[in-house]
């Protein structure tokens, strides 16, 4: 049985982050699978808001299959660097495009990700889309993705060592006792992955050294199965930075709604532009957390509604709380262009007030 995760101070969750981060490093190496139920595990964790799992927490694996797909997604577009016959990126030793039986086919979720991009056709370009608009559709690949996580990376997530069946094992995230090659789809999507106490909360403290490590060493894989060279430029940010592509539609509907000033300092975007490459990927003081919960949402909601687009509010809300909920003392947040204010528990506190207040 393994002990809680985080509950012995410091000294604990810097072990915890430790074995995660190990599972990735030292379990087999012949997919991506790995990387990718762990990324999506921080991130159902993280969009729960306070993650308060004393009691442990329990991950519905439709709701992580649908978290993989979003992964997934960017991922499985033509890269730039391959051959044409060639154009989506493998991942796993054994996904062979285009092969069709046994372990020359394609990689089980990719290619339901794949499958499902082309049903849905051209005009979807997100998956907050598809789940949207091909209900029917989404709910095929989460099906198809759920078994295949079921089967494996469930299963074989906490072994390590190289040899992956006979490797050391100890299943301190969750107990993996129901998951196997056995399980079958319509069995897959009623199973939970039951996180042991203190697990999510370490998961979501952890998220900001995890994630650029998990992205990391998923980038790797992906060179290896391709024969690219590593580092190879622009691989990572093509696969997890996809520059917010297929956003144009939503962006000409914000600036009729909005204006086309800057959504931080007000200042016309052509000469401004500046304020969000300088706050990059930081969070902002409560002032400015104002802002964006006053938004107009009706008219925000109008907007969805036209563009068949997923508003997405409550979920933003919760991440944030979520994000500001774990933000660590001493850390820069962003105040406006050059000027950084640094956490605190008072910064803490005033942030999760705004975000409570616009709770819907
Ligand atoms: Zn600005």
Same mark, same amino acid.
């Given at each position: ?87 989506? @990126? =493998?991942?796993?030793?054994? *996904? ?5 039986? &046994? #372990?020359?086919?394609? /990689?089980? +979720?990719? !290619? ?122 622009? @691989? =990572?940010?093509?696969?997890? *930075? ?5 956003? &144009? #539609?939503?962006?000409? /509907?914000? +600036?009729? !709604? ?103």
């Amino acid at each position: 049985m393994a002990a809680p995760a985080a509950d012995h101070g410091s000294a604990g969750e810097v072990a915890f982050l430790q074995r995660v981060l190990s599972l990735i490093e030292q379990g087999q190496k012949s997919a991506t699978y790995k990387p990718a139920v762990l990324l999506a595990l921080i991130n159902c964790c993280a969009r729960r808001g306070h993650v308060a799992d004393a009691q442990g927490m329990s991950i519905p694996v439709a709701e992580l299959a649908a978290e993989v797909i979003r992964l997934y997604w960017d991922q499985v577009r033509p890269y730039p660097g391959l051959p044409a016959a060639r154009s989506r @990126l =493998r991942q796993g030793s054994g *996904d062979r495009l285009g092969g069709t039986s &046994g #372990r020359l086919a394609p /990689a089980r +979720i990719p !290619a339901a990700v794949d499958r499902l991009r082309d049903e849905c056709g051209p005009a979807v370009r997100r998956p907050e889309q598809a789940e949207l608009a091909r209900p029917q559709e989404w709910q095929g690949a989460v099906r198809s993705v759920a078994e295949a996580l079921a089967k494996r990376p469930l299963h074989r997530l906490q072994t390590m060592g190289p040899g992956s069946r006979d490797g050391v094992r100890e299943a301190f995230l969750f107990d993996d006792s129901a998951f196997g090659e056995g399980v079958s789809g319509s069995r897959a999507i009623t199973l939970t992955v039951d996180l042991r106490p203190g697990v999510a909360r370490a998961l979501v403290l952890g998220a900001p050294l995890l994630r650029p490590a998990i992205e990391v060493e998923w980038s790797r894989l992906v060179a290896a199965f391709n024969t690219l060279a590593w580092p190879e430029a622009d @691989l =990572r940010s093509f696969l997890f *930075d996809p520059a917010r592509s297929g956003l &144009g #539609r939503v962006r000409s /509907a914000l +600036i009729d !709604a909005e204006g086309s000033g800057c959504f931080w300092c007000g200042q016309q975007v052509g000469s401004d532009g500046k304020c969000n490459g300088d706050k990059s990927n930081r969070l902002v003081v409560p002032g400015l957390l104002e802002s964006w919960a006053s938004r107009d949402r009706a008219a925000l909601a109008e907007i969805a509604v036209d563009l068949v687009w997923p508003l997405g509010f409550e979920r933003s809300r919760v991440t944030a709380v979520s994000a500001y909920s774990t933000l660590a003392d001493g850390l820069p947040v962003w105040e406006a262009r050059g000027v950084w204010r640094l956490a605190s528990p008072d910064l803490r506190r005033e942030a999760l007030e705004v975000l409570e207040s616009t709770a819907a």
